[in-house]
């Protein structure tokens, strides 16, 4: 086997591999048809090759290189010279001349190109026992992908024993009896060793076997040897990339030289040999700008790296380049390619700064404004939107020196919006003029400097409005005396009006005055005042009167401001002292019995204290019985004058008198209690509730209240047992208007008169439906009833459901009405001769009598007339 497509000086388009072998293994009585292979390894051409033979007569070609024995060839008549083989490319037409060398072989005899194995020989007289190798057998090299013909012998395995007897070889292992079983097979006569199919170096790149030999016993003759065939590698495998796209990255404007990214790609071939090693190449860059090879790679690592300059993402944001690779070390002729694609993209970098739409912009705001947009600044900016090569910054570099304008960033548009931060006073500036420069989050890309059009002019128009008018100063303070008479002028407390260009008259008036002391003339603003001031008053606060106006311009819309006015009271001796406590209490023995007592002055020193103490003249008691005695400038100390006074309350009229300039006096009373103490000098509880000003009209009014109560509750007593009493008379009669089954009885009666049908048939109702609600009234009653106080008590039938207590009820009921006087012409029993219907009550004939009532004598209603007389044949006749 020779592999001659390495040999790249060698058969540039053709390679043949030619061997001539006798398929029977002699050549000796060769028939017509047997066959010399020509076996071939296109390197790549795929044209149309057409084969001669230079012996046309004995032997032929086939358009596949096999060469066939055209007639029976004996030994004597093989060409002694070696026979010629043209192959011709009808495309080209280009040649290629090889030979085929024939000889004489026969069956028993091995082909001088099979390769020959021997066991090595050892001691036959020793027993069997494995022997060290001396030597170590080649493997053997069996290309992948053969094209056969199959069996193709390998090498032949013989052992010295042969000679003398007969012996059988066979061969173990992955591919012979072990799976994949049937690849390798041996003759077990001859021994040789032959390859049944095509071997896959990518599927199993060796084999390894081990060859026996045993007699026709089956014994070991020959110790086991091992036979390695490796399989040597074609180039079958086309390079295969890891992915199908590859996607990198690369920054505009990089320099030449700059890594970009790597593309790998695999190949089953051996990478050892030529077969398995790959070159990468370029095929293709689109698109072609700024020049068709803007990248380049390393041919054997795959390395893509820029190899110029000119990367710009605002020209070309993209390139797809088709990478190739090879095998056969990147050989066109031979290797085997495969292609894959490479995006890559172009990322941005600041190298565009933000240019402004215009070179000026105008807005205008009213005065006085603040957080208001009064101008949109636009720029465009070529980089890549919302990064922070695209997004501007807006700085202020002049036009504004007190800060009253700023210039954020709408975050969406990437507009510049200017607003007023601070107010602006028509009145000191109409116009401002600034100067904005725009720049991105971050800086430029070192060379690139900032054009003109980074920076823009904003012309701002200040709107005048109507002010508030402003009272200056605010608040305003003065000082005055209290005691100041009414219609004095204090001050004029007017207002200003900013806006110096607009002509408006400003008129004031009162917002806020508590004690309503001031009044403010609405044309001048001129204080006057209406009522005494008076520094003691609840509504001076640390002697501090606090008043509110407000001013009105005569703008449309109108305009107003306020202002404060704070009068500062300065006091006078208008207040005359007084004596604190007002009230105390002493024990009627003055030991001790002393009180401490001090003034109140509502006005400040020196018009208050120290205070003169002295008791009043009148009545003349108060001498003789207190004394005062003076502590100090502010205290003073009353206290018994004899050794005892009887309990009770005593007014002392006590003189006081400030410090002033034009002191004052008054007399104040100081109510004093005397009472009984105890053994710790305190009044009792008695006097101490006298002390606490529980006087005598207060303990009648408590006394009344109690009383009051009483006879509330008295009276509700009464009526109840009223109540009680008239339930009881009317338990035994119903309104017979509240009774329909009245209506009844008043047909065909022939008994005692009108009166006589005039009956009470409450009592025969059923127990449980007799209820409180049912009682009848207060003040009604029969025509024939008498006054309820004098009537006699009829029995309260009981509430019991049991039918039988309304005989013992009626028996009762009977008694009663015999008792009463002013009972009724007829007799009670008349009412059960209305029984109703269902009535628990049961039949009136269980009344004294048995349930057949023949133990009693009825004859006697044969004298009750004849209406009876119906009733003495029922129950008085006989059985018949």
């Known amino acids: 086997h020779c592999d001659l497509c390495g040999w790249r000086e060698f058969l540039p388009f053709l390679l043949f591999l030619l061997c001539a072998i006798n398929t029977k293994g002699e050549w000796g009585g060769a028939y017509p048809h047997n066959r010399i292979t020509m076996r071939f390894i296109s390197c790549g051409r795929g044209g149309l090759v057409q ?85 170590v057998i080649p493997p053997i090299n069996v290309p992948e992908n053969s094209r056969g013909p199959f069996p193709q012998e390998l090498v032949r395995i013989r052992s010295d024993h042969d000679k003398n007897r007969s012996l059988r070889y066979s061969v173990t292992g992955p591919g012979a009896d072990q799976p994949p079983t ?29 060859a026996h030999a045993v ?35 690369v920054p505009e404007g990089s320099k030449p030289g700059t890594f970009v990214m790597t593309v790998t790609s695999v190949d089953k071939d051996d990478p050892k040999t030529a077969n398995g090693m790959l070159r990468y190449k370029i095929l293709s860059q689109n698109p072609e700008s700024p020049t068709s090879n803007m990248f380049t790679i390393n041919n ?43 995006v890559i993209r172009v990322t941005d970098i600041n190298d565009n700064p933000p ?47 007190t800060g009253r304008f700023s210039v954020p960033t709408d975050p969406t548009t990437n507009e510049g919006l200017v607003t007023v931060v601070k107010p602006i006073d028509y009145e000191i500036s109409r116009t401002y003029v600034l100067t904005v420069e725009a720049r991105n989050e971050v800086p430029l890309a070192r060379g690139i400097h900032s054009p003109r059009q980074s920076t823009a002019t904003v012309s701002i128009r200040v709107i005048d409005v109507n002010e508030s008018p402003y009272f200056e100063p605010n608040p305003k303070l003065i000082k005055l005396e209290e005691g100041m008479i009414p219609e004095t002028t204090l001050t004029t407390f007017t207002a200003q009006d900013p806006d110096r260009f607009m002509q408006q008259t400003i008129r004031y008036s009162k917002l806020s005055d508590p004690a309503n002391w001031l009044r403010i003339d609405p044309n001048t603003g001129r204080i006057t005042t209406t009522a005494v001031l008076d520094r003691e008053s609840p509504f001076v606060k640390n002697s501090l009167y606090n008043a509110t106006f407000l001013a ?109 300039n034009l002191p004052m006096s008054n007399t104040s009373y100081l109510r004093i209690k005397v009472c009984q103490c105890d053994i710790n000098g305190d009044c009792t509880d008695q006097q101490h509730i006298m002390a606490a000003g529980l006087g005598t009209g207060a303990i009648i009014s408590i006394l009344l209240c109690i009383i009051i109560l009483l006879i509330l509750v008295l009276m509700f007593v009464v009526w109840m047992k009223r109540r009680d009493k008239e339930r009881q008379a009317k338990q035994l009669l119903i309104d017979p208007e509240d009774d329909v089954r009245d209506n009844i009885l008043k047909y065909d009666e022939e008994g005692g008169g009108e009166e ?51 005989g013992d009820f009626i028996n009762e009921g009977l008694k009663a009405a015999d008792n009463d006087p002013t009972a009724p012409p007829y007799d ?53």
């Open 355 to 401: 240019e402004f739409t215009a070179e000026t912009f105008f807005g205008e705001v009213p005065e006085n404004r603040v957080n208001v947009i009064v101008a949109n600044l636009t720029v465009t900016d070529k980089d890549q939107p919302n990064t922070p090569a695209w997004n501007a910054v807006y700085k202020i570099t002049g036009g504004d020196p």
């Open 828 to 880: 009670s029993l008349l009412v059960f001769d209305y029984e109703g219907s269902g009535s628990t009550a049961g039949s009136l004939s269980s009344l004294n009598s048995s349930s057949s009532g023949g133990d009693q004598d009825y004859d006697y209603l044969n004298d009750w007339g004849p209406r009876f007389r119906k009733l003495a044949d029922m129950y008085g006749g006989s059985d018949d």
């Open 182 to 210: 049937g690849i390798f097979i041996i003759d077990p006569i001859s021994g040789e060793l032959s390859v049944n199919k095509p071997l896959d170096r990518e599927h199993i790149p060796n084999f390894h076997l081990r």
């Open 756 to 806: 006589d049908q005039d009956y009470d048939l409450s009592q025969l109702q059923q127990p449980d439906t007799i209820e409180p609600d049912a009682i009848k009234p207060v003040g009604i009653r029969r025509l024939d009833e008498r006054p309820l106080h004098p009537e006699p008590q009829y029995p309260m039938r009981s509430a019991a459901p049991h039918p039988g207590d309304i």
């Open 215 to 249: 007699d026709l016993n089956g014994n070991q003759v020959e110790n086991p040897i091992d036979i390695v065939i490796n399989v040597i590698d074609m180039n079958d495998n086309r390079p295969e990339f890891t992915h199908q796209i590859w996607n990198g990255t």
């Open 300 to 342: 054997k690592t795959g390395g893509i790296i820029t190899v110029a300059a000119g990367l710009d993402r605002e020209k070309v944001p993209q390139y797809t380049l088709i990478i190739q690779a090879t095998d056969m070390e990147g050989n066109p002729m031979y290797g085997l390619s495969n292609t894959a694609t490479a």
């Open 51 to 135: 084969f001669e033979c230079s012996n046309p007569s004995d032997f032929r070609i086939d358009a596949y290189g096999v060469v066939y024995a055209a007639r029976t060839l004996q030994h004597s008549v093989l060409p002694a010279s070696p026979l010629q083989i043209k192959a011709s490319d009808t495309t080209t037409q280009q040649q290629w001349v090889t030979q085929v060398r024939l000889t004489p072989s026969t069956r028993s005899v091995m082909s001088k190109d099979v390769k020959e194995i021997a066991f090595p020989s050892r001691n036959t007289d020793s027993q069997l026992k494995r022997m060290k190798r001396d030597w």
């Open 552 to 660: 009105s311009d005569s703008g449309v819309p109108p305009a107003s401001g306020t202002g404060t006015l704070q009068i500062f009271l300065l006091d006078i001796n208008d207040n005359a002292p007084k004596v604190f406590p007002q009230e105390a209490e002493i024990c009627e023995k003055p030991e001790p019995n002393a009180i401490n007592i001090t003034a109140l002055d509502g006005d400040l020193n020196p018009n208050a204290g120290p205070f003169a103490f002295e008791l009043a003249h009148r009545p003349s008691d108060v001498r003789r019985n207190w004394t005062i005695t003076r502590i100090s400038g502010d205290y003073a100390q009353v206290s018994l004058k004899i050794g005892f006074l009887e309990s009770g309350i005593y007014e002392i009229p006590i003189i006081i008198t400030d410090s002033g």
